[in-house]
Nanobody, 114 residues
């Protein structure tokens, strides 16, 4: 079983930056994908960035404004976001996928507002 716990959300001003952290526990392996998704009110959940086997995949809406790092020894996945705007307001979810299952954290709210 896998558990994911996010932290670091909150209120940030437009143009600001924010760092989110995800800590996983259980059967997590570096070969499988660990990532961040987000869901804004009334919208579908979308990929922010994912990390697997040393390769990173970015969502189109955040490309160029984020950095993602994974520590396989600690089972953590950190997301640094820059130049935030109102469209980045969403619940951000940590995700882990292996060959049989997909796991989600409980989510952390990020609100971009002045």
């Amino acid at each position: 079983q896998v558990q994911l716990v996010e932290s670091g959300g909150g209120l940030v001003q437009p143009g600001g930056s924010l760092r989110l952290s995800c800590e996983g526990s259980g059967s997590i392996f570096s070969m499988y994908t660990m990532g961040w998704y987000r869901q804004a009110p009334g919208k579908q959940r979308e990929l922010v960035a994912s990390f697997a086997g040393g390769r990173v995949k970015y969502g189109e809406s955040v490309k160029g404004r984020i950095a993602i790092s994974r520590d396989d020894a600690k089972n953590t996945l950190d997301l640094q976001m820059y130049r935030l705007n109102a469209e980045d307001t969403a619940v951000y979810y940590c995700n882990y996928q292996d060959t049989t299952s997909t796991y989600w954290g409980q989510g952390t709210q990020v609100t971009v507002s002045s």
